[in-house]
């Protein structure tokens, strides 16, 4: 809490002797406004569904197997429990790569996310720089990355202005 009342302290003071100009955005509410980020959320949610039942899917196998070999395991020898226990293992081994290469941080899902939605981010933040540099503004934060604004007035949040920009109407927020 400190740190943050010592920004603001040299934030007030460093504003008070050069006037700085600054507004904010809410980069959440311009994205759910952008019918290409909605129709891109839209695709990957499809996406990671179908990947999801595949997962639950190979699960089940694996808890299939398990349940299997527990009813069975009396009859079997000590080198068949190995064996099918080694199976098992490396079914389910399988199926934790499976998930880990479609939803990991560097698997498809974020590798498709980065591809439908990096540009639609990138278009809005040359947009922004516009807007900076046609209004004269300093700074320009975003309110819905978290608490790094502790008050903001509605005065300066420029998201309207950001969609009127990027030629998307604003139907009475």
């Known amino acids: 809490m400190k740190k943050i009342l010592i920004a603001v302290a040299a934030l007030l003071v460093g504003t008070a002797t050069y006037a700085q100009k ?3 955005v809410d ?5 759910n406004k952008m019918p290409q980020y909605t129709d891109a959320q839209k ?3 499809k996406i990671a569904e179908g990947w999801q ?3 639950e899917a190979k699960m089940k196998e694996v808890d299939d197997m398990y349940k299997q070999f527990q009813a069975e395991q009396v009859l079997m020898t000590d080198a068949m429990k190995q064996q099918k226990m080694k199976d098992i293992e490396t079914k389910e081994k399988d199926v934790k790569q499976f998930q880990k290469d479609k939803f990991g941080p560097t698997g498809e899902l974020f590798t498709k996310r980065q591809e439908l939605i990096k540009p639609i981010q990138d278009k ?3 947009e922004i720089q516009k807007y900076c540099s046609a209004k ?3 700074f320009i934060f975003d309110r819905s990355s978290g608490p790094t604004m502790l008050y903001a007035s509605d005065r300066y949040n420029k998201s309207d202005d950001i969609l009127s ?3 998307i109407a604003q139907k009475g927020n």
């Open 136 to 138: 004269g503004l300093d």
């Open 124 to 126: 809005i933040y040359n």
């Open 53 to 55: 039942k595949e997962v």
């Open 27 to 31: 980069m959440d509410y311009i994205l």
């Open 165 to 167: 920009a990027l030629g």
């Open 43 to 45: 695709q990957l949610d």
């Open 22 to 24: 600054f507004a904010f």
